[in-house]
């Protein structure tokens, strides 16, 4: 796998766009890995979206779990 390359400065009005792009190769390859196995592409593309969900829920419930923990360290919850 080639090296993902690393983001634009925060704030720049690419910035999303561009990680889609360091991404494509990388989700591409599993997903042929996939299809090569025997799995259809409608099956692998509906496989694919699960643990993406699952990774940004996880990522905004530790977002929040650590706001709540600075707030109760600080006496302001």
Known sequence: MDRIPSPPAD?????????QEAMDDVVAAVALAGVDAG???????????????NLM????????????????RSGRA
């Open 11 to 19: 704030g720049h009005p690419d910035r999303f766009l561009r990680c």
């Open 39 to 53: 799995w259809t592409p409608e099956e692998v593309a509906a496989a694919l979206v699960e643990p993406a969900d």
């Open 57 to 72: 829920l996880s990522e905004l419930a530790n977002r929040d779990l650590d706001r709540d923990l600075a707030g109760l």
